[in-house]
Structures are given as C-alpha cells and as structure tokens.
C-alpha cells in the first residue's frame, strides 16, 4: 500500500503563486510515477501533470504549461507543484496520484492510489 498526503491549498488571487506539497509513505519502492490531477465543482477530474518517480521525465498538460512545474525531493518522497501566475479557471480540488504499474498515465484510471486532496481557490 502506498500513502499520500498533500497540502499547501488555499485562497489567493489572480496571478498569486502557491505550492502544493505531497508526501508519499508505506511501499513506495513500488511507485512507477507520481502525477497530479485536480477536480473543479461539477466537472470530471482532469490531468494535470505526471513525472517519473526516479527520474526527470514529465508531461504537463496544455492549460498549465509554462505555468506550473513540478518538482520532487527523493530523500523526502515528496513531490511538489509549483503554480504561478494563477487564473480563476485553476480554482479545482488538486490530487495527488501514485502509479504501481507500468504506463505513463493520463487519466484518472490509470492512478493506483490517491490522496485526500488539497483545495485550490483563485480570486479574480
């Protein structure tokens, strides 16, 4: 079983900066790729960003390209998301997702496990 926490969410305004931190813990020796979705009210969970757990490969999703960079810290097992230049279209739920198999994915099918999520607010 794999464990995850995120946090850093919060309330802020439009193009503020915020980081999103999440902490992965049990057998994470078995994680494949670390990835971040996010959930806006009434729409589906959405891809966000996916990065190889021990490594440098990454996909970014069109909407936050050039915007938001993620980030990992090995001897932490913890994976950050950097967002800048924040829009009121960013304002979701923001999920942290472990993959125990190969594949890149995605889609939310494709996630092995979740965290609670951390709630992300852009003020206009």
Known sequence: QVQLVESGGGLVQAG???????????RTSLITHMAWFRQA?????????????????TIYADSVKD???ISRS?????VYLQMNSLKPDDTAVYYCGARTRVGVPTTP????????????????
């Open 109 to 124: 099918a494709g996630i092995d496990y979740w965290g609670q999520g951390t709630h992300v607010t852009v003020s206009s």
């Open 41 to 57: 009210p009434g729409k589906e969970r959405e891809f966000v960003v996916i990065v190889r757990w021990r490594g440098v490969s």
């Open 67 to 69: 915007r938001f960079t």
């Open 16 to 26: 503020d900066s915020l980081r999103l931190s999440c902490a992965a813990s049990g």
């Open 74 to 78: 090995d001897a932490k097992n913890t």
